[in-house]
């Protein structure tokens, strides 16, 4: 049968109608107050990543996730899988950071934290001084293959490949001590978990920050598909002065652009060249916008050229757009800073506040309660003992609550080394005469001995047999 030519599903460039095929962007090099800002976060986040497992804290790494021991070092704390919920604590927080400053100023955080934006610029840093320039490297890469154009790419893979192993290295040195884990890979010793660790995350890196870049920003990344949620009239955005600028056209430094009947846009196109996403800024606001205002630095360069007013891309509002008046002190604002001042404090005064010592009280399941040949009523517990500080201590143990009680434990004193868990077996004898009810509450008093202030209390119950009542 005569295949019909009209069928698109017979057409062999049907993909083309439907998928485009990528194109690589050749970021062009900015300067300006938000390149400056940028290249500052990038030391600052960077730096703190690649220095801070090599910083020591009383004895040990400054910062180490101990799995193995369950032990969390964050310098002079130390937090246990008991305390996770600071750990949700933290969650919270970083999530309304994310809704605060979204709503306020856009894409802050892809712009200038982002792990994929930071160390995506540290690769384009290493390609602009291996390959040159923006057109260099399109020309570089338009030539056939050589010795010059093999050695060239040789060597940028390799220092891409050679920082990438290192934040691999890195990572997993938050886990393990970073100098034992460096002594193992000199002595090809590593564990197996390790290497895959280090592998895995450095190619993460490698492939991500090198070959996918602005994909990942672009496909990949969620926060660029539910933004706009955040987002409202009064949110400062990057955005160009349509206004302003058309009608678009290129002309001469000396030409009057109202008697031409051009807008101040030079269409000069640098702000498409300096985008990392490749985007136009002048077709609007886009959701490929990571918001790193290398735009915004660039025109005002030609703005400045050209002797006209600069901010003809800018950080603006939809409000101030449409003429109307922007209010960025709105109730979303009120009320994402009150929450984060709110929690911030109180994670801030829990952590202040936090006794290293755990007591967990765990009655008897197998009856509950026992009558002695004294005919005392007796309930048994099992105390779990966590000592979570950094020093030894010795502790006692008190209980009140009810009258006449007698406490049985199998010693007066207990010593619990740092980080020991101890389970103690008590029991509790009381008359039947001093039981007003059948659960009465009654607590167990934990401190130590050499630190007064480590103490902590916790309530259980003492259940007893059916009370009577008198005629």
């Not at 703190?48 to 910083?55: A, D, E, Q």
């Not at 160009?240 to 056209?249: A, F, I, L, T």
């Not at 105390?383 to 609550?401: S, V």
Request: aromatic residues 14%; contains cysteine; charged residues 20%.
């Amino acid at each position: 049968m005569k295949k019909d030519a009209q069928d698109p599903s017979t057409s062999p460039d049907n993909s083309d109608e439907f998928y485009e095929k990528h194109k690589k962007v050749y970021p062009r090099k900015v300067s300006g107050l938000f390149a400056s800002l940028r290249v500052t976060g990038v030391f600052i986040l960077l730096g703190g990543y690649y220095l801070i497992p090599w910083f020591r804290w009383d004895g040990h790494q400054a910062v180490l996730f101990d799995l193995p021991a369950r032990k969390f070092y964050i310098f002079g704390l130390t937090f246990w899988p008991q305390d996770f919920f600071y750990l949700a604590a933290l969650l919270i927080i970083a999530a309304l950071s994310l809704f605060f400053f979204t709503a306020l100023a856009g894409r802050l955080w892809c712009g200038y934290a982002c792990p994929q934006t930071v160390w995506t610029e540290v690769f384009l840093w290493i390609e602009r001084k291996v390959e040159g320039s923006r057109n260099q490297q399109i020309k570089l890469d338009k030539t056939e293959m050589n010795s010059r154009k093999f050695s060239t790419k040789a060597l940028k893979h390799f220092l891409w490949l050679s920082l990438s192993a290192w934040t691999g290295f890195t990572f997993v040195g938050y886990f393990t001590p970073i100098l034992d884990l460096g002594q193992a890979l000199f002595q090809f010793s590593l564990g197996p978990w390790e290497t895959f660790w280090v592998i895995f995350y450095g190619f993460a890196t490698y492939g991500n920050a090198g070959w996918m870049r602005e994909q990942v920003c672009i496909y990949m990344c969620p926060y660029a598909r539910f933004q706009s949620a955040m987002f409202d009239k009064d949110t400062l955005i990057i955005s160009y002065d349509e206004q302003r600028g058309e009608s678009r056209g290129a002309r001469k430094k000396s030409v009057d652009p109202k008697e031409a009947g051009l807008g101040d846009c030079v269409d000069c196109t640098l702000c498409v060249q300096v985008c990392p996403t490749g985007i136009d800024i002048r077709d609007g606001l886009q959701y490929q916008c990571i918001g790193c205002a290398a735009c915004i630095d660039v025109c005002n360069e030609v703005m400045e050229k050209m002797n006209y007013e600069k901010g003809l891309v800018r950080y603006t509002t939809q409000n101030r757009i449409d003429g109307k008046t922007t209010h960025l002190l709105r109730p979303r604002i009120l009320i994402y800073a009150l929450l984060l001042i709110i929690i911030s404090m109180a994670l801030i005064y829990s952590i202040a506040t936090r006794i290293p010592l755990e007591l967990d009280i765990i009655r008897d399941r197998n009856a509950l309660y026992r009558e002695t040949v004294d005919g005392l009523v007796e309930n048994i517990y099992t105390l779990k003992l966590i000592n979570m500080d950094t020093q030894d201590h010795q502790y006692e143990i008190r209980i009140d609550g009810l009258k006449d009680m007698i406490f049985v434990k199998p010693k007066t004193e207990i010593k619990i080394k740092s980080g020991e868990v101890i389970n103690l077996p008590v029991r509790i004898q009381i008359d039947p005469i001093n039981l007003s009810k059948t659960s009465s509450t009654i607590h167990f008093y934990l401190n130590s001995t050499d630190q007064p202030d480590l103490a902590v209390t916790e309530q259980a119950r003492f259940i007893g047999p059916l009370v009577k009542k008198k005629n």
